[in-house]
């Protein structure tokens, strides 16, 4: 069974073009107004959903579509500009936004980022690095202390910041991307603003900090926080109090703040990006989440645990040799746990459900220098390497009917590079 979205969108264009992006990997209907959306809600597990629609504005689906499925994600596109109308989606419950024009591969990603994540299902703790780590996340959860989730990307700080929410008494959680926000937005987005307050604020928002009340504030990528605002976030941690722009009264807040980040932010406080003072606020209680390489226990679990929701979704059996076992055992995995599972189901997908080492070792990327190479791991010739590359493109190809722009998706590769693969390989 395939995740069910519901595009809603106007522009018949633009929505032909998102169904072409997600079509590959999840079952799409499309809605082009209010009335045709809330007749498509039961059974969707994904909304993408315009914010301006001609007989009405989006943001009146969101609650009818929570109500209905409690876990749907919601993704709301706005167009540039109109971040403040974002900050309104989230505080009704959208899960996350995009801005105009869409980068198409960054929609599936998102999708694919958070259909897991909304839950804590993905959270897998076999070995004892990942027990220590809930054990810790446990003590904390009841708390209202700062938490900052350390770690490489893909290791599933996102994930461990939910599953802390879920194990307190809080209401609802809300998620902002430090780094997709942009810097000029940022303050009315965090904190909220006031009439006239600048330009193009034409009437009073509430920020996230305001949202987020008796509930879970999710910092992601907290290092990209511009420098300007750390002040006003530090204040708000050490008072529960801020500013809202614009405002000379202060507003309140007991929003509980979860930071993460895969930076190094003691490196960023020597460099002079981040502030030392909201560092040591923000360290109250540090979590840091090892790398899949240092918790190889966990590896065989995920993987057991990925494949059964890949059979759903393509509604046949997936079945892993033991060789293939063995090699991803033994592969460094840059990608962490997201690599794992976009590796699962991109070989999942081209060789019909029989995953063996072969399929999966063209997409593994070279070991770096300074980590010992696994005995054989790189003892195929360069020549047996572009041949299995090769088949897997024309197998690619041949399941998405020749559409190359499909392939280049399900093989997780640019569009161009895809063609110069093709051009070399004399496809």
């Known amino acids: 069974m395939k995740y069910k979205i519901l595009i809603v969108e106007d522009n018949q264009k633009l929505a032909s073009l998102f169904q072409e992006a997600l079509g590959d990997e999840y079952d799409t209907y499309l809605a082009s107004n209010l009335k045709q959306a809330k007749a498509c809600f039961d059974g969707i597990h994904g909304l993408l959903l315009d914010l301006q629609l001609p007989d009405g504005e989006g943001l009146s689906l969101i609650k009818p579509a929570r109500q209905i499925n409690p876990s749907c994600v919601i993704i709301v596109v706005t167009a540039y500009g109109t971040v403040q109308k974002a900050v309104e ?26 259909f897991p994540l909304q839950g804590t299902k993905d959270l897998v703790a076999e070995s004892a690095k990942m027990v220590d780590v809930l054990q810790m996340a446990d003590r904390v959860a009841s708390t209202p202390f700062p938490v900052l989730i350390t770690g490489e990307t893909g290791t599933g700080k996102d994930v461990l910041a939910r599953y802390i929410h879920q194990q307190s008494v809080r209401k609802k959680f809300i998620g902002l991307n430090c780094a997709s926000v942009p810097q000029e937005l940022a303050d009315s987005m965090l904190f909220g603003h006031l ?12 920020g996230l900090l305001s949202a987020a009340k008796g509930g879970t504030l999710f910092l992601d990528e907290i290092g990209e926080l511009p420098l300007s605002l750390q002040p006003k976030l530090l204040r708000f941690l050490d008072s529960g109090c801020y500013m809202p722009l614009g405002s000379s009264q202060e507003s309140k807040s007991n929003a509980r703040i979860i930071a993460a980040t895969n930076k190094n932010l003691k490196k960023a406080v020597k460099e002079g990006s981040f502030r030392k003072d909201l560092h040591f606020r923000l360290t109250t209680f540090p979590i840091h989440i090892p790398s899949i390489r240092e918790r190889k226990d966990d590896i065989i679990p995920l993987v057991n645990h990925h494949l059964e929701r890949v059979e759903q979704m393509l509604g046949r059996r997936v079945c892993l040799s033991d060789s293939a076992k063995e090699l991803l055992l033994e592969y460094h995995f840059p990608g962490n746990v997201r690599e794992l599972f976009n590796l699962l189901d991109r070989t999942a997908l081209l060789t019909g459900g029989d995953i063996t080492d072969g399929s999966i070792r063209s997409f593994l990327s070279p070991s770096p220098e300074d980590e010992p190479v696994p005995s054989n791991f790189w003892s195929e010739s360069r020549g047996h390497v572009l041949k299995k590359e090769k088949e897997l493109i024309a197998a690619a190809l041949a399941a998405t009917g020749g559409n190359k722009a499909a392939a280049a998706r399900a093989l997780k590769v640019s569009y161009k590079t895809l063609l110069n693969k093709m051009k070399k390989l004399g496809l």
Do not use: H, M, W, Y
């Not at 505080?91 to 599936?108: N, S």
């Open 89 to 114: 989606a989230l505080k009704l419950g959208a899960t996350d936004f995009l801005e105009k024009p869409v980068d198409l591969e960054a929609l599936v990603q998102r999708f694919q980022n958070l």
């Open 195 to 206: 009439r006239g307050s600048f330009t193009g604020a034409s009437e009073t928002r509430k």
